[in-house]
Nanobody
Framework: QVQLVESGGGLVQAGGSLRLSCAASGRTFSRNVMGWFRQAPGKEREFVAGISWTGGRTYYTDSMKGRFTIARDNAKNTVYLQMNSLKPEDTAVYYC???????????????????WGQGTQVTVSS
């Protein structure tokens, strides 16, 4: 079982930056593919970024490439999402998610992720 707790959300002006963190419990973190998703008001939850066990492979939704960076620190059981050049349309609740231990595919399919955090709100003002 993996428990995930996100932090780092808040209010930021357009063009600003935020770094989200997701702290994971459990001893399997280094063998869990991790991902970030987001859900804007009135919209479906969408994939943002994913990262492999060691961080050697990352995968992003096209619209976020170049602005968002996912990274992980297995020694700290933490995955990060660095968000730069934020836009009002980035306003959403951001969720951290983990795949089952041992799975290696890094993709954006929500059904592939078995553990979810409670989310952290990011609001970007214009």
């Amino acid at each position: 079982q993996v428990q995930l707790v996100e932090s780092g959300g808040g209010l930021v002006q357009a063009g600003g930056s935020l770094r989200l963190s997701c702290a994971a419990s459990g001893r399997t973190f280094s063998r869990n593919v991790m991902g970030w998703f987001r859900q804007a008001p009135g919209k479906e939850r969408e994939f943002v970024a994913g990262i492999s066990w060691t961080g050697g492979r990352t995968y992003y939704t096209d619209s976020m490439k170049g602005r968002f960076t996912i990274a992980r620190d297995n020694a700290k059981n933490t995955v990060y999402l660095q968000m730069n050049s934020l836009k009002p349309e980035d306003t959403a609740v951001y969720y951290c998610a983990a795949r089952l231990e041992g799975r290696t595919l890094v993709d954006g399919q929500q059904y592939e992720y078995n553990y979810w955090g409670q989310g952290t709100q990011v609001t970007v003002s214009s």
